[in-house]
């Protein structure tokens, strides 16, 4: 084994669902509150692109959101353990990531937007989840073992890289590597150019009309979900499911398709343990893409590119 291999191993941290399944319940909610936030000032994308947040160097970010002639940022810092308020005129809050009820992070959060003149009037209660607890209301949901937060961090972080490779080799409509707060999940979705039919919703507290917006073209998604596994797992789908997509044969051996959730799935410790991690994420990713555009008679020739490319300008 090589020392970049080994390199590469060590980086994907090993994070059992069971011993962070508490703090992953709180964070869900706080990722929810500040997304939010984010859904309230950003002008809508199509698929609800614009409600997602980001992996960034220390944490999960909303990025840049418009304010007035401005912007803000929310950041939830793993690294230091603070939700960083910014904004374009100098304002800069913090809220403490500790052991708190969602209740008071909260409070503390809308405190923070307040003191720096963002109005952010939002939903309050969680979408996608049952119980949906008002956020004011839960303290259910109170707490954070900051070195799971920010081993999920590293999760996100050696995900979305990988991701990003696969991203690139799509020439078609394909979404950023983000979060959705809704679910709590890693996705980027490609999509094939077609409309689909109308998606039948069925999500917990939320409308249907949302999810016939976020599946209005048949597309083939992938990411990760902290569940579903000892670790976790990948995922990938299509919508809609074209016939002969679940016997698709797709790498490596340890993906299998899940009849209960509609979805191939990869567990986190496979790729984790894998002799070569990224190799094993990105032939999942290519097989259960194949899968989608092999049985779905997607227009591959135009929409996929050759990665290597730039090589041939060198």
């Known amino acids: 084994m090589t020392q ?13 669902v069971t011993d962070w399944a508490e703090t992953r319940d709180t964070l869900h909610m706080w990722t929810q509150i500040v997304g939010k936030v984010r859904l309230a000032h950003a002008p809508l994308l199509n698929h609800w692109w614009q409600v997602t947040l980001y992996v960034g160097p220390r944490g ?3 990025s840049a959101v418009p ?21 374009s005129d100098g304002g800069v809050r913090t809220v403490a990531l500790e052991p708190k009820p969602v209740a008071r992070f909260y409070a503390e959060t809308m405190r923070a937007l307040d003191e720096v003149g963002v109005e952010a009037r939002i939903q309050g209660h969680p979408n996608e989840v049952e119980p949906a607890i008002p956020f004011a209301e839960d303290h259910r949901h109170a707490s954070y073992d ?22 690139a080799r799509f020439t078609g409509k394909v979404s950023p590597v983000h979060f959705f707060w809704g679910a709590m999940d890693l996705a980027c979705t490609r999509f094939s150019g077609r409309a689909a039919p109308p998606h039948p919703g069925g999500a917990p507290n939320c409308g249907d009309w949302v999810m016939v917006e976020g599946y209005s073209h048949e597309l083939s998604s992938c990411g990760f979900w902290p569940g579903g596994g ?18 698709h044969p797709v790498t490596p051996s340890e993906a299998f398709y ?40 997607w227009d591959r020739a135009t929409l ?5 490319r730039l090589e041939y300008f060198q």
């Not at 191993?9 to 059992?16: H, S």
Request: charged letters at 25%.
């Open 146 to 167: 900051p070195d799971a937060a920010r081993l999920f961090w590293r999760q996100l972080l050696q995900a979305r890289r990988v991701m990003e490779v696969f991203r």
């Open 67 to 87: 304010y007035g002639s401005g912007a803000f940022e929310i950041e939830f810092d793993f690294i230091d353990h603070q939700l960083r308020v910014l904004t």
């Open 230 to 247: 000892e670790e976790g797992a990948f995922y990938a789908y299509a919508y809609p499911e074209p016939e002969g997509f679940a016997d």
């Open 304 to 308: 996929e590119c050759d990665p290597r």
């Open 4 to 16: 970049q291999t080994t390199h590469t191993r060590q980086a994907w941290p090993k994070l059992r």
């Open 258 to 297: 899940s009849g209960e959730y509609g979805q191939f799935l990869l567990p986190y410790e496979a790729v984790r343990t894998a002799r070569e991690p990224d190799a094993a994420l990105l032939s999942f990713l290519q097989t259960t893409y194949e899968a989608a555009a092999e049985r779905g008679g």
């Open 60 to 62: 999960l970010t909303t």
